[in-house]
Nanobody, 124 residues
Framework: QVQLVESGGGEVQPGGSLRLSCTAPGFTLDYYAVGWFRQGPGKEREGVSCISPRYGSTRYADSVKGRFTISKDRAKNTVYLQMNSLKPEDTAVYYC?????????????????WGQGTQVTVSS
């Protein structure tokens, strides 16, 4: 199991922006895909975005394409999720996760280690 730590959540108004961070103390994220997932009230966990840090390949859910950007800072061993043009339906607990494979995925069972999540609330 890999310890993952998310940060950057909060409450913003519709149209606002937030940047989430995911780091893994004592573990190099470089070789394995890192995904962001979210679970809203009464909803199932869904894949939002994923990156293969070493190769740079990315994947996005249709619901966030053009608004969210995933990126990595290999020197800081951190993966970011920049969220722009936020909508109330983006309200959820956001989790980062990693899998023992460099290939990107938005399927939760593909991932073996999970952070504890960070709350994002979009409300006027």
């Amino acid at each position: 199991q890999v310890q993952l730590v998310e940060s950057g959540g909060g409450e913003v108004q519709p149209g606002g922006s937030l940047r989430l961070s995911c780091t893994a103390p004592g573990f190099t994220l470089d070789y394995y895909a890192v995904g962001w997932f979210r679970q809203g009230p009464g909803k199932e966990r869904e894949g939002v975005s994923c990156i293969s840090p070493r190769y740079g390949s990315t994947r996005y859910a249709d619901s966030v394409k053009g608004r969210f950007t995933i990126s990595k800072d290999r020197a800081k061993n951190t993966v970011y999720l920049q969220m722009n043009s936020l909508k109330p339906e983006d309200t959820a607990v956001y989790y980062c996760a990693t899998r023992g494979d460099w290939r990107t995925s938005l399927v939760a069972p593909d991932f073996t280690s999970w952070g504890q999540g960070t709350q994002v609330t979009v409300s006027s």
